[in-house]
């Protein structure tokens, strides 16, 4: 693992999960110093530079994190599971179709509760089924949902856009599931 893909799981556990792990505050939307989250990144044994912070951010393939528009600022783009964060995201009309990658080990408890977003705030959804493969591959043998999320908007089920694409919904209930067929 290269020195950026390091930092980049760092900054997920604490931009995402455990900012008290370091001593850093996140806002209710995210937000954290950038000028703090280095000095406490170096003072917890995790050292790094401005300069690899942005270069980090601009080279992350899934686009996990977001500096605000003054620079002052970073974020996790989705993803949190740390209580005091709730991205106040506008409502969107989702696409048709969305798509969850999982593994193929949770889907008998995916077919009794549907998608929940257990200690996260919402469900991760993908427009698209490669990436919804990619995620699931990363739990064990793959597999890809068809989400009906146009029919569960219709219905009244709020979803969310994040910075990085990922669509988000509280819950996908289990008849708006459907297994993607391999081959």
């Known amino acids: 693992m290269n020195q950026y893909d390091k930092i980049s799981k760092f900054l997920s556990y604490v931009l995402r999960?455990?900012?008290d792990s370091i001593g850093i505050?996140?806002?209710n939307e995210g937000w954290t110093?950038?000028?703090v989250l280095l000095r406490q990144a170096a003072?917890?044994?995790t050292p790094f530079?401005?300069?690899t912070l942005e270069k980090v951010v601009e080279t992350n393939d899934k686009k996990r994190?977001?500096?605000?528009s003054d620079g002052m600022y970073i974020r996790a783009a989705q993803g949190h599971s740390a209580g005091q964060v709730a991205i106040d995201y506008p409502p969107q009309t989702?696409?048709?179709i969305l798509?969850?990658?999982t593994a193929i080990r949770f889907i008998s408890d995916i077919c009794e509760l549907g998608l929940i977003a257990g200690s996260r705030h919402y469900v991760h959804l993908s427009a698209d089924e490669d990436t919804a493969l990619t995620v699931g591959a990363r739990h064990g043998k793959p597999v890809v949902l068809t989400i009906a999320a146009g029919e569960m908007h219709k219905t009244g089920y709020p979803f969310y856009l994040a910075d990085n694409g990922v669509w988000l919904t509280p819950h996908v209930p289990i008849k708006y599931l459907s297994q993607k067929k391999p081959g």
């Open 17 to 19: 999960h455990q900012p």
């Open 25 to 27: 505050r996140l806002d």
């Open 33 to 35: 110093d950038i000028t």
């Open 43 to 45: 003072a917890h044994g």
């Open 49 to 51: 530079d401005r300069e």
């Open 65 to 68: 994190f977001t500096i605000s």
């Open 94 to 96: 989702p696409p048709d």
């Open 99 to 101: 798509y969850h990658g």
